[in-house]
Each structure stands twice: as C-alpha cells, then as structure tokens.
C-alpha cells in the first residue's frame, strides 16, 4: 500500500512538474536576429557617401506558440547615411536639396505597427521615416558682387556659394504586433532612399550595418494589451 501511494506521489509530481515545464516554456520568450555588418562610409574628401547594404532589406523567421496573448516586438536598427549638396551661382538664386531613409516592418508580407495602415499589402504602405534632411541655401549678392567685378574691370572666375553635408547616424524603432497565432512568421524590414536630384542641388543616402531583432512576448489584459491610436 506504502509503495502505491509512493509510486502515485512521484506520478502527480512527475506530472505537476511536467505542465509546470510546458507553462514555462510557452510563457518565456522566444528570440530571433539577423545582422549585417557592411558599412556606410563618408569620403573625409569630398563627403560622398560609400558602401552601405546592397539589398534594402533583412528578413528572419520566428516560431510562436498557440496563444491568443502572443505578441512580437520587433525592432530594426540600422545607420543611416544622409547627403546633401546644393550650390548657387551670380544666375542661380536658390537651390534645394532633400535626403531621407524610410523604413517598414512586415509579418508575414503585412505591413507591422506603426506603419499604417496595420495589416496592409501595398508597396506604398507602412512606411516611416528613420531619417530625413532637407536642404536650401538663398542669395541675394553674388550677381551685386560679378557687376561691381565687371565695373572695375576686375577678371572673375564664376562666382558661387556652396552648401554640403554628410550625417552617419544609428537609429531603432520598436513596431509591435499582437495575436499573432502559432506557427513559423517571416519577418521582415525594409528600407527606402529619398533623395533630390534637381538644378544645381542633389543627394543620396545609405543604409549599414543593419541589425533585425523580434522577441516573443506575452500580453494580459491586466497589463493593458496593445493599444495603437492614430
């Protein structure tokens, strides 16, 4: 009798342990990465921008339990690279210049929050932007300045005022997706240049390294969920 009820003890605690163990492992987070190393370089010379990453993008996987409070953080973080070059002339007046780096998270081919709108398909959706410049110089004198040269006789090369600059800068963004439902997720980030190529101003941008980080959560409508408000 002794032995059963000893054998019965271990049994129960074999099986406490056992859902005890399977709570704990669907309750912890699962965790996924990918890095690029290749960097974004600025030419101490000229200020051009060098290198970067090819592809505009990072993609990984993740696998998620069967729970509705399932939900990913998921957060891209890469360096930037702005530039800008805008110059005017005795004849130009004004001359502009813009860059800027834009950025969107997707599950599963569906655009991830903040992007809106949540749950879209569009090449045009959920983009954000992680850095944008823009760049104007005015003047109203180098034409005073080429008159009075040409009144005195005064041989002049081309008058003009040049304006440039180069920005590497590292930025991250936490975009946040609930309920995802159990199974393998694609995750995946990209990127987008804007950049300005009009009279006497042009730019461009890069991206690198890069680094894509998703981490399974838990949420509990006692902690407040996820709320995402226009």
């Known amino acids: 009798m002794k032995k059963a009820a000893m054998i019965g003890l271990v049994f129960g605690l074999a099986i406490m342990l056992g859902i005890g163990s399977l709570a704990y492992a669907q309750s912890s987070g699962n965790f996924s990465a990918i890095l690029n190393t290749t960097q974004c370089l600025i030419d101490n010379g000229d200020g051009s921008l060098d290198g970067g990453i090819v592809a505009q993008y990072l993609e990984t996987t993740i696998k998620t339990p069967n729970s509705a409070s399932t939900a990913l953080v998921i957060r891209p973080s890469l360096v930037t690279g702005l530039y800008t070059k805008t110059k005017v002339t005795e004849t130009v ?10 950025v969107r998270v997707l599950i599963d081919g569906k655009v991830v929050a903040p992007g809106t709108p949540v749950g879209g398909t569009g090449a045009n959706d959920g983009w954000v ?5 823009w760049q104007q110089v005015n003047q109203n004198f180098l ?7 040409d009144a005195h006789g005064i041989v002049k090369d ?3 005022l040049e304006f440039i600059q ?12 609930g309920d995802v439902g159990v199974g393998d997720h694609t995750l995946r980030v990209e990127w987008q240049f804007e ?11 890069c991206v690198g390294p890069g680094v894509l980080t998703v981490q399974q959560v838990k949420t509990f409508s006692t902690g407040g969920g996820i709320v995402i408000t226009p």
């Open 195 to 205: 950049d300005s190529d009009v009279t006497n101003g042009n730019a461009a941008a």
């Open 143 to 149: 034409n005073v300045l080429g008159n009075l040269a």
């Open 93 to 102: 007046a004004s001359a502009t210049a813009w860059a800027g780096v834009r």
């Open 129 to 133: 932007f992680y850095d944008k410049r």
């Open 166 to 177: 180069s920005t590497l800068s590292a930025h991250s963004m936490d975009f946040v997706v």
């Open 158 to 160: 081309e008058l003009f």
